[in-house]
DNA sequence: GACGGGTGACCCGGATTCTTGTCGTGGACG
DNA sequence: CGTCCACGACAAGAATCCGGGTCACCCGTC
């Protein structure tokens, strides 16, 4: 599934967390017959392997009569990639070096587009604020907020996760890009400029517990 | 299973206290082979072991087919293993120095998320108050409490063993980090503290066993 | 070169933690 | 019955820690 071992471990961890259930493949030919044992609802695979390439991994798949949906990692660099990835039958792709957060967004979003359920629109919400996953568009009471990648990331990590406080360090881990190295004083940076945007109107939805960490939920009454 | 043995030890006691079977392993290679043997609901790791890195051993009983939860052990510093908690395949990690309180609530809400149960919603309760872990809520009667970090692990303590007389050495073995250098006065305060806010209303639930401990329990009656 | 997003450093004010000290209680013992 | 002592409750205070905000720098794009 995976050319870097703790990538794939970690890709698997995070998707396990989430209520999936997850299996990886080492190398293509692997995740090939893997494929057709397990017969699983998602592939997250990656460009880069070590036998042969993602896409032709997605070609064999394809071959085999499967239309499993595939989320395929790339190098960011790669603009090839991204054109054969989609071209080659992957439903969408995720360029590396990636969140967490944005991967399972992204799996949950081809999820949710295969199964024609209709039910789950590709909104998230709160109160009356609403994520409109598709359009990367935010709702507070209907307006829109002018939110920044990194800030509407972690507002809908706050969101996916309402009512449970998240630490600092949780939320560097899963909204910060997997190989960033930096102190989680930059979470608190933008809470800052989240409150600015999302808690302007309307009653406080972010909220400090101190010293454990911040959650999204709705005032204490008074 | 650790590099300090006495640490491996000293969480082996402290779950086998809470009712877990535990095994420990001195090494990273015999604890890849003893998860084999043992097949262990759950695995705390060290990432720092003699041998290899913890993560390796993670990656391991990874690719020998166990999906096994694990928790790591990290050094809060962590200059090497900047590849954060999540990052390595784990389930949840808990920094150094930790309380064993803190570590068995980890270990506990893994367990809980792992097994597709989903009927524990992650609170605990005696009489009329409740905890909330998730949220880091505290209710008696309904009413929210106001408590520091220190007081919400001390009330917890003592929920998960109510009935049970601690005595403050106990206490301060398990709610405080298992390095800290101070006395037990401080277990003293913090009974006191509580007692403010937790038996403001109502009857008391915290009780001085004198020269043997304290117990949370109902009031006896009269 | 200008611009905007992202990051890390800094300071301040306040909360939290822990220590110390005083006071009260209850049991032991002469 | 009086005194002493151990222990616990709580108050007060000092040191530390942490959150919030601001600001300056870096780096990519246009």
Redesign the pocket.
């Known amino acids: 599934m995976d050319d870097e071992p703790y990538l794939a471990d970690l890709v698997a961890t995070a998707l396990r967390y989430e209520g999936f259930e997850t299996a990886t493949a080492s190398s293509g030919a692997e995740a090939v017959s893997a494929t057709e044992a397990c017969k699983p609802d998602l592939i997250v695979l990656d460009v880069m392997l070590p036998d042969i390439l993602g896409t032709e991994v997605c070609r064999r798949i394809r071959a085999s009569g499967s239309d499993v949906p595939v989320v395929f990692l790339t190098a960011m660099d790669a603009t090839e990639d991204k054109i054969s990835g989609l071209t080659v039958g992957g439903d969408d792709y995720v360029t590396k070096p990636f969140s967490l957060e944005e991967l399972i967004a992204r799996v949950r979003a081809v999820l949710r587009r295969t199964k024609r359920a209709g039910d789950d629109s590709g909104t998230l919400a709160f109160a009356d604020l609403v994520i409109d996953e598709d359009a990367y568009e935010v709702r507070r009471g209907g307006v829109l907020l002018d939110l920044?990648?990194?800030?509407f990331k972690l507002l809908r990590f706050l969101l996916t996760n309402a009512g449970k406080v998240m630490s600092?360090r949780q939320i560097l881990d899963h909204v910060?890009e997997y190989d960033?190295?930096?102190?989680d004083?930059?979470v608190?940076?933008?809470?800052?400029y989240l409150?600015r945007k999302v808690d302007f109107a309307g009653p406080p939805l972010i909220h400090?517990v101190?010293?454990v960490g911040y959650v999204l939920r709705l005032p204490r009454e008074a």
């Open positions: 920044t990648p990194t800030e600092k910060w960033f190295g930096g102190n004083g930059v608190q940076t933008y809470i800052s409150r400090t101190p010293r």
